[in-house]
């Protein structure tokens, strides 16, 4: 029987870094795998093959499409006959996943880490570590690292298959559905809601929350509604789905809406409600493993379950469902295993809704920091007061900057506007080290860049922007 250092169970955001990590620490690892595309192995899990990279592969390429339909005539540039060529884009998309997942395999054999293809199964203890089944065969290991990450949750009365997809179908569509349904105004549903409609389609979203995006900032949150519903998505809050049927030639949904009845015929229905672990196949039952009351591994501060040498990060463990979280999980445990000082910041952890305007924050909002004792103060400016911005021709939105009222440290950013998923980035760097709003105003931005726009909101906040 092969025997292992660490065996890592998933090859997605948190299994592979925890691999590549693992044996960078001279630990000889394996990382188990059971994802296929096209019947074949693609490491990466759903991040990877059916997540971020193709959403934001397809994000990227319907933004062009509307640029050239609808904005490029501002910049004095006219383009007669612009056509979707649907195929292509889904193979670029397509490319663009056999690139990153080949490039997971890459580093896996530069770093020596052995790929195992198939389910990974806890079988039982052996010699302090354990015996796990891949396939037809066992494999031993003395650290096993769970990473089998998410899968979407089901609404019970439509579940996936024909015309109700899930994220995956949602980015495989060979045709642009003319009508299609969302339900859920989440991540997902803007996100893929926003693809169909630069395309063509007509989107309704479906919420069952009386509001838009409650994690969010309200003013980031009302500031984005306002440009998707502009952009031609329609959204209804408060919403009961009461019956859903896929007809074979589209899904009838029946909802409640302010006490009344509608339905409504859509070509396609994505769900979009959230996600659940991914325990499948993993024998927990059998060796004890213990899961909390909704399916999530349990573990204590530093990634341990209950079994002695097992370990769990990513989705499976919950929290915030963000590949970027997993992988700093995958880090953290891995260091831990091998003595040293792994630890994940969760109060810094960057989140970004990839609309168009891009939607970004870290740390607490206005209404968090107040509930959690702080007296602060906040700066705010607006992409309109930039000439980077102006010269882009996209000047929605703002950066608002929430900090202490009396030490002036840093406990928030939040951003809805051109390109601040890149520059939610420096706001998270500032954080990270505990800075203050003097700090980031104090620091030099280059002009022309829309970083300048940071730059303001930290000025904000003692009242002393510049350009607005
Ligand atoms: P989500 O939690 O972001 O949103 C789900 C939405 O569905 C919520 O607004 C919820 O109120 C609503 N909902 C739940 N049940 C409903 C019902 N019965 N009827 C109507 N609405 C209902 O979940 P998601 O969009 O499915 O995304 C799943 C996970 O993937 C999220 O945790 C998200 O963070 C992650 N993700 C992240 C990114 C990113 O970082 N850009 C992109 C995609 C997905």
Not at 349 to 373: D, F, H, L, N
Not at 393 to 403: E, I, L, P, Y
């Amino acid at each position: 029987m092969d025997t292992y250092d660490v065996l890592v169970i998933g090859g997605g955001p948190a299994g592979y870094v925890a691999a590549i990590r693992a044996a960078q620490l001279g630990l000889k690892t394996a990382c188990v795998d059971a994802f296929e595309r096209n019947g074949k192995a693609s490491l990466g899990g759903t991040c990877l093959n059916v997540g971020c990279i193709p959403s934001k592969a397809m994000l990227d390429s319907s933004e062009r499409f509307e640029m050239v339909q609808h904005e490029l005539s501002d910049h004095g540039i006219d383009v007669a006959g612009a056509t979707l060529n649907l195929a292509r884009m889904l193979a670029r998309k397509d490319a663009v996943v056999d690139k990153m997942s080949g490039g997971v395999s890459f580093l896996f054999k530069k770093n020596k880490v052995t790929s195992l293809h198939g389910l990974g199964r806890l079988v039982r203890q052996d010699q302090g570590g354990w015996v796990v089944a891949v396939g037809g065969t066992e494999v031993a290991a003395k650290h096993v690292i769970i990473a089998t990450g998410s899968n979407p949750r089901e609404l019970p009365i439509a579940p996936f298959g024909g015309n109700v997809l899930d994220n995956a179908g949602a980015l495989a569509l060979t045709e642009v559905p003319a009508r299609l349904g969302v339900i859920g105004a989440g991540v997902i549903g803007v996100e893929l809601g926003s693809v169909w409609r630069r395309l063509g389609a007509q989107v309704t979203v479906l919420e069952a929350l009386p509001g838009f995006l409650s994690a969010a900032d309200p003013a980031v949150a009302r500031e984005a509604l306002k440009q998707l519903q502009k952009q031609g998505l329609d959204f209804h809050f408060s919403v009961r789905i009461e019956t859903v049927e896929d007809t074979g030639a589209g899904v009838r949904v029946v909802y409640t809406e302010k006490d009344q009845q509608v339905t409504v015929e859509f070509d396609k229905l994505i769900v979009a409600i959230g996600r659940v672990p991914n325990t499948r196949g993993l024998g927990a039952e059998d060796v004890g493993l213990e899961l909390d009351e909704r399916g999530f591994v349990r573990t204590d501060a530093h990634y341990r379950t209950n079994l002695p040498n097992v370990y769990a990060v990513g989705d499976v463990i919950g929290g915030a469902m963000l590949a970027h979280k997993a992988e700093e999980e995958g880090v953290a445990v891995v260091e831990l295993i091998a003595g040293q000082a792994g630890h994940v910041n969760y109060d810094v952890v960057p989140w970004v809704i990839y609309t168009s305007p891009e939607i970004a924050w870290a740390g607490m909002t206005e209404a968090q920091a107040k509930e959690r004792g702080h007296d602060v103060k906040v700066g705010q400016f607006p992409f309109s007061a930039n000439g980077r911005a102006a010269g882009h021709n996209d000047t929605r939105g703002f950066v608002k900057v929430v900090a202490d009222a009396a030490s002036d440290r840093i406990l928030g950013v939040h951003m809805v506007g051109p390109n601040v998923s890149e520059l939610i980035g420096e706001a998270v760097a500032v954080m990270e080290f505990a800075g203050s709003s003097e700090d980031l105003a104090r620091i030099v931005h280059a002009h022309p860049t829309l970083s300048e726009v940071v730059k303001e909101a930290a000025l904000g906040v003692e009242k002393r922007t510049i350009h607005a």
